[in-house]
Structure formats: structure tokens, C-alpha cells
């Protein structure tokens, strides 16, 4: 099986285990939403039994080596066809869309639902869906090994849930932590971007400033690929401490899974093991 992200990758190995072969398309610590595939990372899917995606307009770029390539079976609505959106309840639905030229289209809803643990249980039954498609032998192997992950989940949400009990106001960079915040009900104040994919103006800065400062905001999150200065300059500004958080496995050393990936992001911004 492939999938676009490491993330889905990882979810999709502890539904399969040893009965799957699976690989990623985007390479770990790469934004996805930007990614531009070359032709030996889409080979993969040619012989792909099973296709896993983010959906919700994250991974567009998919769409057209997908029509090129003409796999019946991987194609939307094919036995290998995996949405893993399809039954996340999503959030930050607007119409319309942002285009390619005024940063990331989020007009379906915010992509990154990936990062509220409890969605793992969602994703997760899509992808046991398609493997007992296309693998009905094993379907059983495939329930038990998805019981065994979430068995394992629900003992972290705990220890991550007592973790995050009294977070502290954040400031983040970009529109990726909406699920996560959501979960552990963090508190964002506001965002670097003035919109997805779009660098803030010094006016915008000026004005976040303030706000962090009057929230007491202590932690301005980024990814490892997103800009520090601007991150850096709204913590001097606030007083605050720059967070370097992970939306994807690979993305930090630490977060070789799904569940490590998670677990590194309560961690850091919980302040270390406790």
C-alpha cells in the first residue's frame, strides 16, 4: 500500500503489520501541501493494491498523476481508494477556497485532523475498509491488529490529557493545530499567517504582539520547515518561548509513529517528561 504521508503511512502499518507492505510519497519533514512529486516517488503507485490519502484538497497534487496513470482500482471509488477524511468530522468548513496564488486552499475544511488523536479511530477504520477489500483473507488479522492500536491509544490519551491539564496561551505559526488544540483544549490566540501560506505583514506582527502579551501568552509554536524568525519575534515580543512542534512522523527524530509523533508534541509544549 502507499500513502501521501508518513503519518497515514503509519496509521495504515498498525492496521496491516507484517501481512502489509507500505510506503510514503512525501518524504518525512516535507510540507506536504507544497509538495511537487517527481516521477520515481509516484512510481510506487503503478503496483499500490491499496492508495491512502489526506484528502480535504491537502494533497491536490495527487490528482493528476493519479488520472495519468489510469489504475482502476486506486482510482477514486476503486476497492484501493482510501479518503482517510471520510469519517473526521471536520473543522473550519468555509466556502470557496484560497487559490494557488494567495497561499494553501483550506476552503473544504482544515486538513490537518490527523493531529487530534481521537481521529486515529476514524482514519483507522478506513483504511481496515479497503485492506478487507482487497485482502479479504486477512480481514480478521487486519480487526484485531486495529483493536490492539487503539487499545494502546486510549492508555496515552490518558497519560496526554493529565499532561496538558493546565496549558498555558499559545501563539502558532499556521492553521495546523486546530484539531490538536481542540483535543487538549489549548487555547491559540492567534496565528503568524495572516492566512494559510501567506507570510505575515509588520503591521500583523505588531499587532499579535500585543495581543500575545496581553493573553500572557508562554509558547509561539512552528514546525521544523516554517520561518523562525517571525516566530522568534513574536516570543521576544511577549515574553514567550518558541516551541518547535512535529504535524508529521519524521518531521522531529523523535517521532518515528504516529503515537511517538503525538506524544513529542505533548511533551514539548507540556514542557518535558513528567
Not at 494533497?59 to 469519517?87: C, F, H, I, N
Request: with cysteine; hydrophobic share 45%.
Amino acid at each position: 500500500m502507499v500513502a501521501t504521508t508518513e503519518e497515514l503511512c503509519s496509521l495504515a502499518r498498525a492496521v496491516g503489520r507484517e501481512a502489509i507492505e507500505a510506503s510514503c510519497l512525501v518524504p518525512p519533514g516535507r510540507d506536504a501541501e507544497d509538495f511537487q512529486p517527481r516521477p520515481r516517488e509516484l512510481a510506487a503507485l503503478r503496483s499500490a493494491q491499496v492508495l491512502v490519502r489526506v484528502g480535504v484538497d491537502y494533497d491536490l497534487w495527487l490528482d493528476k498523476p493519479l488520472a495519468e496513470m489510469g489504475e482502476p482500482r486506486v482510482q477514486r471509488g476503486g476497492a484501493g481508494y482510501v479518503d482517510a477524511s471520510t469519517y473526521v468530522a471536520l473543522l473550519d468548513v468555509r466556502a470557496g477556497g484560497i487559490g494557488a496564488d494567495a497561499g494553501h486552499a483550506h476552503g473544504r475544511g482544515n486538513p490537518h485532523y490527523w493531529l487530534d488523536p481521537a481521529n486515529a479511530e476514524f482514519i483507522t477504520a478506513s483504511i481496515l475498509e479497503a485492506f478487507a477489500r482487497v485482502d479479504p483473507a486477512n480481514a480478521r488479522r487486519y480487526e484485531d491488529n486495529r483493536a490492539a492500536f487503539l487499545g494502546t491509544l486510549q492508555a496515552k490519551m490518558r497519560e496526554w490529557t493529565r499532561l496538558l491539564a493546565h496549558p498555558p496561551p499559545l501563539v502558532a505559526y499556521h492553521e495546523t493545530w486546530s484539531y490538536f488544540a481542540r483535543r487538549f483544549r489549548l487555547h491559540i490566540v492567534g496565528l503568524v499567517e495572516m492566512r494559510p501560506g501567506v507570510p505575515p505583514s509588520a503591521s500583523h506582527l505588531a499587532q499579535l504582539s500585543g495581543q500575545a502579551r496581553a493573553a500572557g501568552v508562554r509558547a509561539v509554536i512552528r514546525e521544523p520547515f516554517e520561518p523562525e524568525r517571525d516566530a522568534a519575534f513574536i516570543a521576544r515580543a511577549s515574553g514567550a518561548r518558541v516551541v518547535v512542534l512535529a504535524s508529521s512522523v519524521g518531521a522531529v527524530p523523535e517521532a518515528t509513529d504516529y503515537i511517538s509523533l503525538i506524544d513529542y508534541d505533548v511533551r514539548a509544549l507540556s514542557g518535558g517528561p513528567r
